[in-house]
């Protein structure tokens, strides 16, 4: 038989193919179309304002901010960005490792962008307990507070 893309081949008496480990990993992360239309205006906020960071490029700014005000349904935009990158900057000042953003185009997520997500949709669900219990994974000690307060503020808006 002929070999499979990344390496897997498929074995006659085997029964299907396996997926390579890339594929598999790929498959197995979440995809931006299984979130609501605030969670995918917030998750692209959420990449442009950690483009800014890691970048500098105030043009980045701009987009999350031209994103929002075009964005169907956001009636205080400024308010949305000012919220989201609240969130986003305690969340860096709180880790002992940059968080990892896509580029606002992709459809898929990274495992920040996944918990971030997590985040928001328990906050809008309104469970406090389940939603510290995920800010104690996501953040160090005293930062718990600040980071619940902007994810329900985010969550809010």
């Known amino acids: 038989m002929i070999p499979e893309i990344c390496g897997s081949a498929a074995?006659?008496?085997?029964?299907?193919?396996?997926?390579?480990?890339l594929q598999a990993a790929l498959a197995a992360r979440p995809c931006v179309d299984s979130y609501d239309d605030f969670c995918r205006v917030a998750l692209s906020l959420f990449r442009f304002i950690?483009?800014?960071?890691?970048?500098?490029?105030?043009?980045?700014?701009?987009?999350?901010?031209?994103?929002?005000?075009?964005?169907?349904?956001?009636?205080?935009?400024?308010?949305?960005?000012?919220?989201?990158?609240?969130?986003v900057r305690i969340l860096r000042s709180g880790r002992p490792c940059a968080l990892c953003f896509m580029p606002p185009s992709c459809r898929r997520l990274s495992n920040d962008e996944a918990e971030l997500m997590r985040l928001l949709a328990v906050a809008r669900r309104k469970q406090p307990g389940e939603l510290e219990s995920i800010v104690c994974q996501l953040v160090g000690a005293g930062k718990e507070d600040a980071t619940t307060?902007?994810?329900?503020?985010l969550a809010l808006c």
């Open 50 to 87: 950690g483009a800014a960071y890691t970048t500098g490029a105030s043009d980045c700014w701009e987009a999350a901010y031209r994103f929002a005000d075009e964005a169907p349904g956001i009636s205080d935009s400024p308010l949305l960005v000012a919220r989201a990158a609240a969130l």
């Open 11 to 21: 074995i006659p008496d085997a029964g299907p193919s396996r997926l390579c480990p």
């Open 149 to 153: 307060r902007a994810v329900n503020a």
